[in-house]
């Protein structure tokens, strides 16, 4: 099994960026696609966005695209997404998750999860 730790999170003001880390431990962590979710209070889960095994793939949610951009370092074992032009509305707990395909991790949300990180985006 993988277990996952996200780190990078913070106080940001609008239109600032922030990286997020998710580092992967316990398993081999170009054996899983990843990807990256959230939730802010009182809302449920959305998906942000995913990768594939060996990052040819991402996919990502239409309130993101063009601000965020997910990547993988398979050496480092450890996933990222770097997020730009940051919005109020994006303030929200970040979760990487892992599982078999981006395709799975979208639809399911993933057999593994991190512990999340707080992103505060101020106006």
């Known amino acids: 099994q993988v277990q996952l730790v996200e780190s990078g999170g913070g106080l940001v003001q609008a239109g600032g960026s922030l990286r997020l880390s998710c580092a992967a431990s316990g398993g081999t962590f170009s054996s899983y696609a990843m990807g990256w979710f959230r939730q802010a209070p009182g809302k449920e889960r959305e998906f942000v966005a995913a990768i594939s095994k060996i990052g040819g793939v991402t996919d990502y949610a239409d309130s993101v695209k063009g601000r965020f951009t997910i990547s993988r370092d398979n050496a480092r074992n450890t996933g990222y997404l770097q997020m730009n032009s940051l919005k109020p509305e994006d303030t929200a707990i970040y979760y990487c998750?892992?599982?078999?395909?981006?395709?799975?991790?979208?639809?399911?949300?993933?057999?593994?999860w991190g512990q999340g990180t707080q992103v505060t985006v101020s106006s």
């Open positions: 998750a892992a599982d078999s395909t981006t395709r799975v991790i979208r639809t399911t949300g993933g057999d593994y």
